[in-house]
């Protein structure tokens, strides 16, 4: 969240595209009420399940692993890709085997 809200710093619009609508709320909630409002789209549904990814200069994700390859190939077959992508790829949910899957979902 601190990374996308720097990103809305800059002159652009900015847009994230969000499965989750109570995390789309509440990207919406921090900026509402302030000048950052205005630079920020919100789309909400599934990005690998979009026919086409918005047209952008830059791409940040912190992307959960299960969808991280799908979401690169999208991006590679962009008409017009990205001019840098930063994607920050979580681990398999089997990596911490200390905690587990459930631990990851109950952080949600």
């Known amino acids: 969240m601190a990374i996308f809200q720097a990103t809305l710093s800059a002159d652009q619009l900015s847009q994230t595209v969000e499965l989750d609508p109570r995390m ?3 990207v919406t909630k ?3 009420g302030t000048s950052l409002a205005k630079k920020l789209e919100v789309i909400l549904g599934d990005v690998i399940k979009m026919s086409e990814l918005p047209p952008c200069d830059a791409l940040i994700s912190n992307t959960p692993y299960q969808i991280s390859s799908p979401l690169i190939f999208k991006m590679l077959s ?3 890709p990205p001019r840098v992508a ?6 398999p949910s089997d990596c911490h085997a200390e905690y587990g899957r459930e631990a990851d ?3 949600l």
Do not use: T
């Not at 930063?86 to 681990?91: E, H, K, P, Y």
């Open 105 to 107: 979902l109950i952080a």
């Open 86 to 91: 930063v994607l920050m790829v979580a681990f």
């Open 24 to 26: 789309g709320a509440e």
């Open 30 to 32: 921090r900026v509402q």
């Open 78 to 80: 962009m008409r017009n």
